[in-house]
Every structure is written in C-alpha cells, then in structure tokens.
C-alpha cells in the first residue's frame, strides 16, 4: 500500500533534551490508516499531527475496543536512526488484534509504515545518549454505534515523541508492593494482550501502592494469588542462586519483546534461564535463605528497572542491598548499547533508517 504524505506547513519547534519528560510532546506527524469490510486497509497517509474527530457514540469510549504499541528509535554517534525489534511490535500488535476481534494489518507494511513515520520526522529524534523518539501505534474501533460488537470500521495511527532519558541520575532500584487485593488479568481474559483495557484495570492497584510510598505493584496471578506475573508494566526476573527465573506465558502476561531479548542474551552468555511459574512464597523463601540476589523488571521505557525493595502484607525485605546488581547492569549496558548502536549488534535486532 503507498502511503501519501503531507508535510506540515507549520513545524513546531523542539524542545531542548534537558527538558524533555514522557508523553507530552509530540512531532510533527503522524501516520493514519483506516479499515472498512468493503475496502480493507486503506488510505495510508502521513499528515500533520492534529486532532482527531469522532463521535460521542464512538464504540472505542464506550467498549474499549482498543489496542497499543510503544518502541523507541534511537539516534547513534554517527547520525543514523535504529528502530530495536520493530517486527516483533507488529508481530504483537497483530497478535492483540486477534484477541480484540481487530483485523490484522500486513505486517511488511506495518514496521514500513514505522520507518516512513519516523523518516519525515527524523529530526525529532533527539540527540543526547539516553534520549529517544518514542513511537506510539495503536488502532481503535471507529463505528458509531452503542450495540455491543466488534466494530466494523476502525483506526490505525502512529504517533511520536522526543522522550527524556528513563534514568537521569543513575539507576536507583525502586520500591514494590506486592498486590494481594486487585488482579491485572486473568487465564483467558486480556493480559496477552496490549489492550488499553489492562491499564485500566491496573490504575486503582498504582494509585493506592503510591499512596503507601510504592513506585509500582507486583501482579500476582488472578485465580490463587499465589504466583508472580508481572511488575507494574513490564515483565519481571528473578536471579535466585544460579538460575534465572521469569514468569512462564501462560496466557495472562504480556509477552514483552525486551523480556524476550533479556532471556535471549542471558542464553548467550550461559546463564541458566528457567521460564517457569514461581509462586511469591518461593521469592521470599529464597530471600530468607539469603539466595535471593536480584529482582528487576523489563520493558521498553526503562528497559531494566531493578527492585531493591518487596512489601508483602507488612513484611518487607529489601534486595541486593537496594542497589542494583551485576545481572541488571550487564543487561542494561549491553540492551541500551545495542540500541544507540556502540555495541555490536550480533543477533540482528536493529533496523536502521
Ligand atoms: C508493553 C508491556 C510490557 C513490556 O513489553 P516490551 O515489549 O518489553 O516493552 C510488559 N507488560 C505489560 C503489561 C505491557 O503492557
């Protein structure tokens, strides 16, 4: 599909990288896409980022039909753009598509559509190490109509934005509360996938862990409380002794393309990495018996985020002195130098602009 492309008559100026936080500012384009039963995916076009319009009966307000993606383009020393694993984020986003009754989009054309975006707004992409243009797509119901069903007519868009670095004063592991009240998702609901529905789901747990002094929750699975799934949005890790442990995929955790990568390079460098259920009783077991060494989370905005502090219930242990550990750094060095490409990329998952 040829994607037309109207350029802004008006660009607005950038902000300065000192300044820049997450999600409040926004380039200068963006990329649209509309579907119909009749037409299919159609009429591709990047324009000038403006407003949307829809109506107060739109199905997305009322339903949720509705799903996202986040990635990041980096810029590196020598001026080229990467994009990290942008196939794996249509991959997924087609993925969500189906669980949310969404038709799929090709994906050649959706990592394609990425890259065009990111090409007219090139200049968007900030400089300093530790900054990037996040990407945003996402595709959401468009019929008006209070019926329930899957729309018929939908959006997919693309937006951007220069975001700050996650980590401004050095890595400083955060405090997490283990969540024994709300649940994220469940075994055949729509923890798999990026559904905006989640996050709505997710904000009373966060609001009340902050109210007690928590930067996030650690989701313990819906039906036992019992095992560990996720930590706030990203996917988590356990170095307990010499094994490695993450949640297995078990159908409620969101397949996360750095926890991917994280188990990806850990293999590479001979760790002994077990996707498995692990409940929360093992974690502080494993902690009491003093062969709890790190805990961290993984996801595109920190890419590692390590955990120097767990609360359960009142009951409060505190890892690798809440500092972070070797593993989280190795990953975090080895991720992010990939990403503005001062590592060598020997598993192919950079794709320059
Ligand atoms: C997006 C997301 C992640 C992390 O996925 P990445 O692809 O690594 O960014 C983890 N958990 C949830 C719930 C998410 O929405």
Known sequence: MKILVEKTKEPKRKPSSEGLSFGTVFSDHMFLCEYSPEKGWHNARITPYRDLSIPPSNMTIHYGQSIFEGLKAYKTADNKINLFRPAE?????????????IPEIDEKFGVEAIKALVDVDRDWVPEEYGTSLYIRPFIFATDPYLGVRPSETYLFVIITGPVGAYYKEGINP??????????????????????????AASLKAQVEAKEKGYTQVLWLDGIEKKYVEEVGTMNVFFVIGDEIVT???????????????????????????????????????????????????????????????????????????????PVSKQLYDTITGIQYGRIPDKFGWIEQI
């Open 89 to 101: 984020n249509i991959k997924r986003l087609n993925a969500s598509c189906r669980r949310m009754c």
């Open 174 to 199: 955060v405090k997490i509360y283990v969540e024994t009240r709300y649940v994220r998702a469940v075994v055949g609901g729509l923890g798999e996938a990026k559904a905006s529905a989640n996050y």
């Open 247 to 325: 949640p297995a995929l078990t159908g409620s955790i969101l397949p996360g393309i750095t926890r991917k990568s994280v188990i990806e390079l850990l293999k590479s460098w001979g760790y002994k990495v077990s996707e498995r259920r692990i409940t929360i009783d093992e974690v502080f077991e494993a902690h009491e018996e003093g062969m709890l060494k790190e805990v961290f989370g993984t996801g595109t905005a920190a890419v590692i985020s390590p955990v120097g502090e767990l609360n359960r219930d009142g009951q409060i242990i505190t890892i690798n002195n809440g500092e972070i550990g």
